[in-house]
């Protein structure tokens, strides 16, 4: 027999919990001298820490690259990871422990070759539809599960193993589903590079009876076969340089890796089956009180009884199904049959939360983090910031010192990518912006929210600065190098103003001025306009312009000029660009009448001429009619005459329809209750045919669908009575009966509060 033959494999799948109990109990009955573990070669110097007293799981071996290239990988582990029972176990008994995979160099240099998502979308529909059915799902089919997770569960979760039924059953699996998929090639050079490191340590005279390798179950099927090329390690010559270090992971993003080898749907839940000895009814059991107890304090009425009975219910099923305890799926389907009352809706939104978990790990204080980690980590207890994998709400003050000092630390995090904090909607609707809105706010609503992508953030952008502010500063400097148009710059310069990036601001105000005195798009100079009118105006409140202050005055004013000037030759642009330039009317019209400083009469008169205008698209010189109308800039004569010419009966009426989508667009409620552009409107739409009528009734039917429920009653209103068959009273009675089924539905709204807030009342 050869000497690999009677090492001890042990096949496992990753983050395991009945792997994990068997794993332990053989290595009480073998008691080895090594332990080979699947794992970066390159963390061995991890393993103090892994099994430190002090490091609580989950926790993450994470490599990160040192030459300048952002990239990454992560290796995660929970007190049922069956690598982490290995090491653990070792270090308890004195053994030794090693990671024998391929080091995380060549890992990342490695996946640098793999072949990219587009080259894999472009395979011949032959191959897709061959990779379409994987060795697991055809397991999965043929064993009557619907996922994969199901199958595994009942197959080799729920079942209580010996060390030998287990081991037999899992390289059977194994053997089965190992040939096939895009990594193969990849795994199979896995396993030579996993060979020789078993094969080195016999070499060093190591009884191989006394050596227990803990690895992937296909390479442990591979290796017991002899199924293994030691030539294919050379696959990995290539290597890049990496630091290795140890992170706190979490429960939620180990869900995330849901996959054959990766990870479980529900750690927590596979954490109290581990914590039960491997038992599943038992976790069964402790989730749905849970679930109880979550309903309970959501105001459902359930009871103790209802939890017995979803119990007996999910051992029913799990019988019936010939499983030997309950699963995830049993536990789901009883819940809702019996706490949730057939609504499944409760357990997709509050309560799968349950069996997922919050947990994150902690890590042995002797670990060494970069500046950033450390500057962060000592931010985020000075301001007592949410460090949990949940989302919580921070609102900030501005006029507190200690909360814009908080603002620049998330807007820091923000301009670095490090995924933490994330500016909410503002009440008055629509998603926060930088720019003149990050500058404007007197409060800032933000979510914040830690997750192990935040330490890797933290870890790889170590390259851009030994500090937050330096990072940022860099990164930045780089943007600004990149930047080709006015917006480009002046976003720059408003992320340099709100991080406190005092060394950017000048440059960025150069680039800004050297930019839009050659920038001819239109929404680029809106947009700069936009972000030099908020540092006109609320700039001076972040301390950070310092003597560049007064520079921003006239250079809003020359920008605003240049924008103005190129208003009318950009509105006879593409159709394609309306949506964007009829934006960029707007935000340069309220600069207009709220900047004193800008030429408002050049302004104004570049939008009369678009607006006359039949070569300017129709939606740009529908917005610029309906702003001069809001803005009492144009008489009813002028008005009345416009309106008509663009609505005559000879115009297209594709063209028209689409000027009236600008028209209506920029305040649709104001323009409504105008008895005099409602009767041209409705003119307009006598006088067409029934051809013509057909083909604009697309564009007529997207320009009215931007009408309210308020607005709509105006028009009926308005039409009734520019017709003459009624009084404006008998109009009034005409918009009633159109509003009766929206008063419909509010009653039945507020019914439904009534009756919540009388709950409510009883529960209090």
């Known amino acids: ?121 472009s395979k011949s529909e032959q191959e897709a539809s ?62 030579a590079v996993m ?50 270090t140890v992170i706190p992971y979490s ?77 995830l799926d049993e536990v789901r389907e009883a819940t809702i049959a019996t706490l949730c009352r057939g609504e499944s809706a409760h357990v997709d939104s509050f309560l799968w939360g349950t069996v997922v978990g919050k947990g994150v790990g902690r890590v042995a204080k002797g670990v060494g983090k970069n500046s950033l980690q450390e500057e962060f980590w000592a931010a985020i207890a000075h301001f007592k910031l949410p460090k949990s994998d949940e989302a919580e709400a921070v609102a900030l003050r501005l006029s507190d010192p200690v909360h814009v000092s908080i603002s620049v630390l998330l ?63 860099h990164a930045l400097n780089q943007r600004l190098g990149e930047a080709k148009k006015a917006e480009d710059a002046t976003a720059v310069l408003v992320d340099a103003v709100v991080t406190h990036a005092v060394g950017t601001v000048s440059l960025a105000l150069a680039a800004c001025e050297r930019l ?21 105006s609320y700039g001076s409140s972040r301390e950070s312009l310092g003597a560049d202050e007064h520079v921003i005055g006239p250079l809003l004013v020359k920008t605003f000029a240049r924008a103005a000037l190129r208003m009318p030759f950009a509105a006879r642009g593409s159709d394609e660009e309306a949506p964007a330039l009829t934006e960029a009317l707007r935000v340069l019209h309220e600069l207009a009448f709220t900047q004193d400083t800008v030429d408002k009469d050049a302004w104004v008169l570049a939008m009369r001429e678009v607006a006359v205008a039949f070569d300017a698209l129709p939606r740009c010189a529908g917005a610029a009619a309906g702003l001069l109308l809001l803005s009492r800039l144009w008489t009813d004569d002028d008005l009345d005459a416009a309106l008509r010419l663009r609505m005559s009966a000879t115009s297209e009426p594709g063209r028209t329809a689409e000027f009236l989508v600008g028209f209506l667009e920029v305040n649709a409620l104001a323009i409504v209750k105008n008895p005099l552009v409602v009767g041209i409107l409705d003119a307009y739409l006598q006088s067409l045919s029934v051809e013509a009528f057909r083909d604009a009734v697309p564009m007529l039917r997207r320009a009215l669908a931007e009408l309210g429920k308020t607005e709509r009653r105006y028009l009926v209103e308005n039409v009734v009575a520019v017709r003459g068959h009624a009084t404006q009273e008998e109009a009034s009675v005409a918009a009633r009966v159109v509003s009766e089924k929206d008063e419909a539905q509010l009653r039945a709204v507020s019914d439904e509060l009534s009756k919540a807030m009388d709950d409510l009342d009883d529960l209090l």
Request: net charge negative; with cysteine; glycine share 8%.
């Open 195 to 244: 060979l020789a490191a078993i094969e080195a340590a016999l070499a060093d005279g190591i009884a191989p009876e006394k050596i227990v390798v803990v690895l992937g179950a296909a390479h442990a099927a591979a290796i017991a076969s002899g199924d293994v090329d030691p030539s294919a390690a050379a696959r990995f010559s290539r290597t890049v340089p990496t630091t290795v």
């Open 130 to 191: 061959a990779d379409a059915t994987s060795p697991h799902d055809a397991v999965t089919a043929r064993s009557g599960y619907r996922t994969f997770e199901e199958f595994w569960e009942a197959s080799f979760e729920a079942p209580d193993y010996q060390e030998d039924a287990f081991h037999a059953a899992l390289m059977a699996f194994a053997d089965v589903v190992r040939h096939g998929g895009p990594r193969e090639d990849q795994s199979r050079a896995r396993d």
């Open 516 to 536: 839009a005195a050659h920038d001819d798009d239109l929404p680029s100079l809106a947009s700069a306009c936009r972000a030099l009118a908020g540092l006109v």
């Open 1 to 121: 027999m050869r000497a690999i033959d009677r090492v001890h494999l042990f096949p496992v799948r990753h983050h395991s919990p009945r792997a994990s109990a068997v794993l332990l109990s053989m290595l009480e009955r073998v008691a080895p001298d090594l332990v080979l573990v699947e794992g970066p070669s390159d963390a061995e110097g991890m393993l103090g820490v892994l099994t430190d007293p002090e490091t609580v799981p989950p926790i993450a071996v994470l490599a990160y690259r040192t030459d300048g290239t952002p990239g990454s990988v992560v290796w995660p582990f929970v007190t049922y990871s069956p690598e982490y029972v290995a090491v653990r176990w070792a270090s308890t008994h004195g053994k030794v422990a090693r990671f024998i995979d391929i080091a995380s160099g060549q890992s990342l240099a490695d996946d640098e070759e793999m072949p990219s998502d587009e080259a894999l979308e």
């Open 251 to 327: 429960f939620p993003r180990l869900a995330e890796q849901t996959g054959y080898g990766a990870g479980n749907r529900a750690p927590f839940f596979h954490q109290r089956a581990h914590d039960a000895g491997g038992d599943y009814r038992r976790a069964a059991l402790e989730v749905l009180v849970d679930f109880t107890d979550h309903l309970r304090l959501r105001g459902f009425s359930v009871s103790l009884a209802d939890t017995i009975e979803a119990y007996r219910l999910a051992c029913l099923l799990s019988e019936i199904r010939g499983k030997s305890g309950p699963g």
């Open 411 to 473: 807007h820091r995090l923000r301009t670095l990518q490090i995924p933490y904090g994330a500016l909410t909607a503002q009440k008055r609707g629509g998603a926060p912006k930088a720019g003149m809105e990050s500058l404007s706010r007197v409060r800032e609503a933000w979510t914040c929210q830690w997750t192990p992508s935040t330490e890797i953030a933290l870890v790889e952008a170590i390259v851009l600065g030994e500090s937050l502010a330096i990072a940022t500063e």
